[in-house]
């Protein structure tokens, strides 16, 4: 998504309520992994409360907040034997992003 300017506040900083929601597609490829992960999104939809959850989701604008996120880690960590930080969820808030990177370092 690109934008021709940002929206700004009346102190001239971007407005970022105002901001055109972002909304991420995924390819046939990248649906398909959604059947390989049901796991990983069951963590998320358990620790977020919510059941509507996709890969394309992103932890913070479903509800995410920092207790939740040492949740999240912790529950991640558990099932998939990794040793994800903090870090990683504000690289990878999408759940696929973050999916991708789980598989990547268990490699």
């Given at each position: 998504m690109e934008l021709e300017s940002f929206p700004l506040s009346v102190t001239g900083k971007i407005d970022k309520k105002a901001l055109p929601e972002f909304e991420m597609r995924l390819n046939d490829e990248e649906r398909s992994q959604d059947v390989t992960c049901p796991e990983?999104?069951?963590?998320?939809?358990d620790i977020l409360?919510?059941?509507?959850?996709t890969l394309a989701d992103n932890f913070f604008r479903c509800g995410g907040d920092s207790i939740k996120?040492?949740?999240l880690?912790?529950?991640l960590n558990d099932r998939t034997g990794t040793l994800l930080q903090l870090?990683?969820?504000f690289e990878f808030p999408v759940i696929?992003?973050?999916?991708n990177h789980i598989a990547a370092v268990k490699k």
């Open positions: 990983i999104l069951a963590v998320y939809c409360g919510r059941d509507d959850l996120a040492i949740r880690l912790y529950e870090a990683d969820l696929y992003d973050m999916q």
